[in-house]
């Protein structure tokens, strides 16, 4: 079968050197039909990006913006020397103004200038702004602090609780983005036509998040001055962040993977076409990809970042493999066809092998629930059969047409010149086949402590961290959250399933004690900073009706006066009780307020929510989480069950094609050994180095094994043929690493080095998940430099195995 294998892939060389420009003009065409798809590829930072479209979780999350809003809040916390002070106050408003007028897509705007100020005068409900009537002396400056420190709902909302900062809460409304805007006077003659929806305009929700987010930055700069100290945070300010240093940092990775390349195709071949041809191969390889992603309309997301130099690096290996081949019998029988048909003979199948490894390690990711990374997976494993594709046929098309020079003939015939690297190859035969017992328990022993240390890793997401400590951004956020205890909000949902349900005393009390209780909240992971509803304007209005008296605000005994006391606060003119409920009194919305912090830290408050509610309400509401924090914990959490169990399967059907490979099944898995050893042993060195477990570095695993396979079917493959010809191991073994060898050293220097560009990002994850899966790979290519020989030496003492 192996024979006939090989002698197809003769057969479709010589068809290839028959039809070169016949083939030359599809290979263009149908790449051409692919890169005219790149302007439909757009980039998307938002939340619902995370998500597949018909995920539950997300449709839930999108009925409850349809119904109370958006819950991304923009932030601003400004640090004066004194808040209550009349000069800060002014500016404070003025600052509260400029951004009303000029943000757009602004829901709404809240501070200390126009925060809910609800109090009574004689029988009157009078419900107006804080500031409305603003104070003008030191009396009143002293009068308004004093409402302002003792109302709870204002403390960690718009002032912290020592006073020392205040905010401003922007809520925007990015509804546009999928509702169509129909001119008032359509029908009539003048009347112009229904404007294109935002999302036929090739517009996201992400780009008008951006949009909005610049706006508030180009006004903070305006007002930014030592005694007016702003720090601007929230998840749309995060998000952006992200955008920009994906944008930023792939420029800077495909330029360094580019030149890596070139620098490394220079120094083995020292040929034009030995580095412009493998070069052209990724390249377009890497277009095909993107522009495949734009053909069904994938955006291209903050996980996604590493595909463009993931392509790059790994695209080139096969090419190094081939054109190693070509040139060396080229220059020893200047016979261009010969050297193109001989070298696919010899590495075809090896290619095809190693191309489906690395597409199945990347691959494995297709399963899991978080979007971009199952995206990640489908695309890059088909940038790898891109990669293939062009390998097999436009490379030696193009080396077939183009003039090539004979630039050395080795005339005595034998292996290469024993320069310094031939005598390193040598003593790595000598050392692996003289030694072979101790290289493989040292190898066992390393993939012990490995997987011991690997067992104790804990999965982990924390976005914020990502960003460098010196960024604006994180910096912003960690002091509100220091200060105002959150930026993030944990939403419930209270159906009562029927009409005027929130009038029941019982449930509105409930959700007051709840209320309290987790205000208190502190498990050593999290601290809520503030958990409000519904609950509370009713005490506000409770309290008002009855003289402003503070022993007054609670939920009121007497059922009857609650369908009063809103229809009172309706009538005065807010519209506060539409972001708590809906206009039946059927569904209310309860709001935790928290810190931006590790998504796993917030499954314990999660479920203690979930179960509280429902053992507080039982049979009188339905409960349900949502919101974009419950996004991230059901998408992060799934996602690292899911990508767990694509390291088991492509674990397994990586091995069972390096069983199909070897042709022997106890080789086969063997083989495997020193392949799993780097992975498992890096990802122990994870643990004692503290580093975090996270959506990326959870990557590592199945990239790196798919390359470090590619490494070991090379050399199986060409130990095979060596041994089938002498009959000597360690002769076999020797020829091997002189052949195969020279081109694994290569390959595995540029896709290191490729890796380690990822360590010039500016996010950490991306950073520390360069320099771990480079140091995977260079592991790997030890491995396969000596367990590699070690087990076959071993395997052919025990059983005196006959490589057929």
Not at 542 to 556: G, K, S
Request: proline share 4%; aromatic share 8%.
């Amino acid at each position: 079968m192996r024979m006939r294998i090989e002698a197809w892939f003769r057969f479709v060389a010589e068809t290839i050197c028959n039809r070169a420009w016949l083939l030359l003009v599809i290979t263009g065409l149908a790449t051409g039909f692919l890169v005219y798809q790149l302007p439909g590829l757009r980039v998307d930072t938002s939340t619902e990006s995370f998500f597949h479209k018909d995920d539950p979780v997300l449709e839930e999350y999108e009925a409850f913006k349809d119904q109370f809003g958006w819950d991304e809040l923009i932030v601003l916390a400004i640090e004066p020397p004194e808040v209550f002070d009349k000069d800060f106050l002014e500016r404070l408003k003025e600052l509260h103004a400029d951004l009303e007028d000029n943000v757009p897509h602004l829901a709404d705007i809240t501070s200390m200038v126009n925060a809910r100020n609800t109090r009574g005068e004689e029988d009157k409900l009078i419900v107006e702004d804080l500031l409305e009537n603003f104070p003008k002396n030191a009396s009143e400056m002293a009068d308004l602090k004093k409402r302002v420190m003792a109302n709870p709902l204002y403390i960690n909302r718009i002032i912290s609780s020592d006073g020392g900062m205040t905010t401003i809460i922007l809520e925007t409304d990015l509804s546009a983005v999928t509702s169509n805007k129909i001119d008032a006077l359509s029908g009539f003659e003048e009347s112009e036509a229904i404007e294109p929806s935002l999302e036929e305009k090739n517009i996201s929700k992400n780009d008008i998040a951006e949009a909005v987010v610049s706006a508030v930055e180009k006004i903070v700069n305006k007002y930014q001055s030592p005694d007016f100290r702003i720090h601007l945070a929230g998840a749309p300010v995060v998000l952006k962040k992200h955008k920009e240093a994906m944008i930023g940092d792939m420029g800077k990775f495909m330029l360094l993977a580019i030149a890596t390349i070139a620098l490394c195709l220079y120094l083995m071949f020292h040929r034009i076409t030995g580095v412009l041809l493998p070069l052209l191969v990724v390249v377009l390889s890497l277009l095909s990809t993107l522009g495949m992603m734009g053909l069904f309309g994938v955006a291209f997301t903050v996980p996604n970042m590493i595909l463009p130099s993931f392509l790059l690096a790994v695209g080139v290996g096969a090419s190094v493999h081939i054109l190693s081949l070509i040139y060396r019998h080229y220059e020893q029988n200047n016979n261009k066809r010969e050297a193109i048909v001989y070298a696919m003979g010899h590495f075809g199948l090896a290619v095809v092998m190693t191309s489906l490894t690395t597409a199945v390690g990347v691959a494995s990711f297709a399963t899991t629930e978080m979007a971009p990374v199952a995206y990640l997976g489908i695309f890059g494993g088909a940038g790898v059969l891109f990669s293939l594709i062009y390998t097999i046929v436009l490379l030696p098309t193009l080396l077939f047409l183009l003039p090539l020079k004979v630039r050395f003939v080795n005339k005595r015939g034998g292996p290469a010149l024993q320069d310094r690297f031939g005598r390193f190859l040598d003593w790595v035969s000598d050392m692996s086949t003289g030694y072979p017992k101790t290289i493989t328990a040292i190898t066992v022993a390393l993939l012990v402590v490995g997987l011991a240390s690997a067992m104790q890793l804990r999965f982990s997401h924390d976005t914020l961290k990502w960003l460098h400590p010196s960024w604006p951004c994180r910096q912003a956020t960690e002091k509100i959250d220091e200060v105002l205890g959150g930026t993030i909000t944990l939403e419930v949902l209270v159906d009562t399933g029927r009409e005027n349900g929130l009038y029941d005393p019982y449930i509105l009390k409930s959700l007051d004690q709840l209320a309290e209780e987790f205000d208190k909240f502190d498990d050593g992971l999290i601290k809520v900073a503030k958990a409000s509803s519904i609950a509370d304007i009713l005490k506000e209005i409770h309290q008002a009706l009855n003289e402003n008296r503070p022993e007054f605000y609670t939920v009121p005994e007497n059922g009857d006066l609650i369908p009063q006391e809103f229809l009172l606060f309706e009538n005065s003119g807010s519209d506060d009780l539409e972001k708590v409920t809906d206009s039946a009194f059927r569904v209310g919305r309860f709001s935790v307020l928290v810190p931006w912090v590790d998504v796993f830290r917030y499954v314990p408050l999660v479920n203690k929510i979930e179960h509280d509610f429902q053992e507080k309400l039982g049979t009188k509401a339905t409960i349900s989480t949502t919101g974009i924090l419950r996004l991230f914990i059901h998408t992060v959490t799934a996602a690292s069950k899911s990508m767990a169990e694509g390291y088991v399967s492509a674990v397994i059907l990586i091995t069972i094609m390096m069983i199909l490979m070897v042709g022997k099944i106890r080789l086969g898995i063997l083989a495997m050994i020193p392949n799993l050893s780097p992975v498992i042993l890096v990802i122990g060195l994870m643990h004692w180095l503290r580093l975090p477990l996270d959506t990326y570095t959870m990557m590592i695993g199945t990239i790196a094994l798919g390359l470090s396979v590619d490494d070991t079917v090379h050399f199986m493959n060409g130990f095979r043929k060596y041994y089938d010809e002498t009959g000597d191991v360690k002769v076999a073994i020797n020829k091997t690493l002189h052949t195969s060898g020279r081109a694994m050293l290569v390959t595995s220097i540029v896709l290191t080095i490729g890796f380690l560009a990822f360590t010039c990002a500016s996010m950490r994850n991306v950073v520390n998940f360069g320099w771990l899966t480079g140091l995977t790979i260079m592991l790997a290519l030890v491995a396969d430099f000596f367990s590699v020989p070690a087990i076959l030496t071993l395997m052919n003492r025990t059983t005196q195995m006959k490589v057929e």
